[in-house]
């Protein structure tokens, strides 16, 4: 190889690698949202879905003894949260009448941990007692306490109790058991562990958001993916239904719920616990620059494929147009005004907006047009996204991105998922893209599939890591149109998924990240901040020739060269790498390599450190480095200049 390290050929944009969150596989609601509880509103299509009603006789419609429990929905009195449970009791004792949630498939529950407990009460009088308690698979208990909720003006009140506790449990359970008197009223019944990111109530669950703040993301697209489009519009997602109390936050059923293609998962519902508040913290927790994903009017076309009329587009265009007020807007705007009152007055540093979740063809254009022209007019600086579609589409794909270049869009995003050896040959696939328009790429979604597109047999094989690794370094050299990219989807539950593959697995207690991940992590914590010429043989860039691939970055900040080499060969091969323009570099260079002898290793639970990164160093000469690349690797090499 030849490195012309004063020969720049494009900045990495701060955005380059970035990560991609849709509420999928239980990737908020029972993943990154710590929530414990399932149908903590009892709003699910079924209300006591994910309840269990703890008695002998059937309690729900009549009385039993006196004492009953009866599902009440009030539309007419709130909207957004209809229904709640009402408990009456005459004389009851603890252990005749009380409610089990088993929580997203079973709550993992630490020893030593402390929990909180919260309800939302109603009452005139004060003569119930709610006996909480945290309970094994077995029914052991972990943890318990008592709740007497005190206030008696028939209004809605919190009521908390927190608790330690004292054995860890996979698959624990919420138990209640009601005692006394008279009629209490309850709704948003819900447990959070403390240990939450930040330690922020209600928060996020820390060891997920710990792994993709070990990334470095340079931005987080949100909420999706296809929940952006929603079966249908009136389920499509609204960010402004996400904002504010918990209990005004309109649930709504996932698209991802009984997806056709792959596995039924019924209770799937959209709690927006994790809402745009708390993804624009998240950004700004992680250092990374926000790039939301509005509906531009069209349902998933997996789906419905329903529209909306372009005339009839105005909420939608307004959406776009409160969100960036929201995110941006000083606190005399209205909804400046709703960020500061939600706990933050400074802005969210809103510079992105993609508008549409592949969508495409002219339905598409017609509609993201109209969204164009209002966000221009009201904030020129902004800088949409517009979305292509698949690759695999086809015909529209290309049709869809030449019109998009035509109407000076700053960003397209493309989506792939296609086989590994996909990803080899597109190694090159930014070589020689149009350079004719100032439109910048965003490679919004793309997953190397092991066996094919949304097969549950996918694996997060090395295989499919080392292809993504070697086609991301078409990515980054390829910079100067490149600006964004990142892989789909981020998050999966091993209980409760609907696709295959994905970044990052974990279960109600642990956390795996798979090869792919550690592909991700040393692109985005070793990015540099310019490219430079790496040339094989002399000539050309590495794009396969005797299965090299190749790219290669300055950090401008450190000072440091930073070389990726992709050996996808099964054997070694050594690679001499001589270094123009250089005066000298230091006599030690780092060297990280993730590698494995076999393309069919994974992580597992029981195996995660199967595809790990190492350090090595590596002495250097003046102007050259001698390295071996092992079988089947990426290989890291960072080294002063001086
Ligand atoms: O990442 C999974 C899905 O793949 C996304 O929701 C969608 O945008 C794409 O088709």
């Not at 900045?11 to 710590?34: H, K, Q, R, S």
């Not at 409760?496 to 207690?509: A, M, S, T, V």
């Not at 080499?565 to 006599?587: C, F, H, R, W, Y």
Request: hydrophobic share 40%; proline share 5%; charged share 20%.
């Amino acid at each position: 190889f030849t490195i012309q390290a004063n020969k720049p050929t494009a900045t990495v944009a701060p955005t380059m690698w970035g990560i991609f969150f849709e509420d999928i596989n239980l990737g908020a609601d029972g993943g990154l949202y710590a929530e414990l509880v399932k149908n903590r509103s009892f709003e699910f299509d079924a209300p006591l879905m994910g309840w269990k009603i703890n008695s002998t006789k059937d309690v729900m419609y009549g009385f039993y003894f006196g004492s009953a429990l009866q599902i009440l929905n009030q539309p007419d009195k709130t909207a957004t949260n209809p229904r709640f449970i009402r408990v009456t009791l005459q004389h009851t004792k603890k252990g005749e009448l009380g409610l089990t949630n088993e929580g997203f498939r079973g709550m993992g529950i630490k020893k030593d941990l402390r929990y909180n407990f919260s309800v939302l009460y109603r009452q005139q009088t004060a003569k119930a007692k709610l006996h909480v308690a945290l309970v094994t698979e077995k029914g052991d208990t972990l943890a318990s306490s008592v709740l007497a909720p005190a206030q008696t003006d028939n209004r809605w009140h919190k009521g908390e109790l927190s608790f330690t506790a004292k054995a860890t449990e996979p698959k624990a359970k919420l138990q209640l058991w009601f005692e006394g008197n008279g009629v209490l009223d309850l709704d948003m019944i819900s447990l959070f562990p403390t240990d939450t990111w930040k330690g922020r109530k209600g928060g996020l669950r820390a060891d997920l958001v710990q792994l993709l703040a070990d990334m470095k993301p340079g931005f987080i697209r949100f909420p999706g993916g296809c929940i952006v489009e929603g079966r249908d519009l009136a389920q499509r997602y609204q960010w402004k239904k996400t904002i504010g109390p918990l209990e005004d936050r309109k649930l709504i059923i996932n698209r991802w719920n009984n997806e056709v293609q792959a596995r039924p998962v019924p209770d799937y519902f959209q709690s927006f616990g994790l809402g745009f508040f708390e993804y624009f913290q998240l950004c700004e927790d992680l250092g990374a620059a926000p790039l939301p994903i509005l509906n531009c009017g069209m349902a998933c076309q997996v789906n419905t494929a329903e529209l909306t009329p372009v005339e009839s587009l105005d909420p939608y265009v307004q959406d776009a147009l409160d969100l960036i007020e929201f995110a941006n807007g000083s606190q005399e705007t209205k909804w400046g005004r709703l960020r500061a009152d939600l706990g933050h007055p400074a802005p969210f540093q809103l510079t992105m907006l993609g508008v549409g979740n592949e969508n495409f063809g002219s339905p598409y254009l017609e509609r993201f047009k109209v969204f164009q022209e209002a966000v221009k007019k009201q904030y020129p600086t902004i800088k949409l996204v517009g979305s292509t579609g698949l690759l695999s589409a086809g015909e529209v794909f290309d049709t869809t991105n030449v019109a998009l270049r035509k109407l000076n869009v700053e960003i397209v995003d493309e989506h792939n998922y296609s086989v590994p050896q996909w990803f080899l040959q597109n190694a090159k696939r930014y070589d020689t893209y149009d350079r004719t328009s100032k439109t910048k790429v965003f490679v919004g979604e793309y997953a190397a599939q092991s066996v094919g597109m949304t097969d549950l047999n996918n694996k997060n094989t090395w295989r499919t890591a080392l292809t993504e690794a070697a086609y991301m370094t078409g990515l980054e050299r390829n910079a100067d149109i490149v600006q964004l990219a990142s892989y789909a989807p981020l998050l999966a539950h091993v209980d409760g998924w609907q696709w295959k593959p994905d970044l990052i697995w974990f279960d109600n207690l642990s956390v795996m990240p798979t090869p792919n991940y550690y592909v991700q992590k040393l692109y985005a914590t070793n990015k540099g901040s310019v490219v430079v010429p790496m040339l094989y043989k002399n000539s050309l860039p590495a794009t396969g020739q005797d299965s090299l691939y190749a790219s290669a970055t300055i950090d401008k900040a450190t000072q440091e060269l930073i070389l990726k080499v992709v050996n996808t060969a099964d054997k070694a091969q050594s690679a001499e790498i001589k270094l123009e323009g250089v005066k000298k570099i230091a006599p030690t260079a780092n060297v990280l390599t993730l590698r494995h002898n076999s393309l069919e290793a994974e992580n597992t639970f029981l195996s995660p450190r199967v595809v790990i990164p190492a350090e090595t160093t590596l002495p250097t000469q003046p102007k050259a480095i001698q390295v071996e690349l092992t079988p089947y690797s990426l290989t890291i090499i960072r080294v002063k200049l001086s």
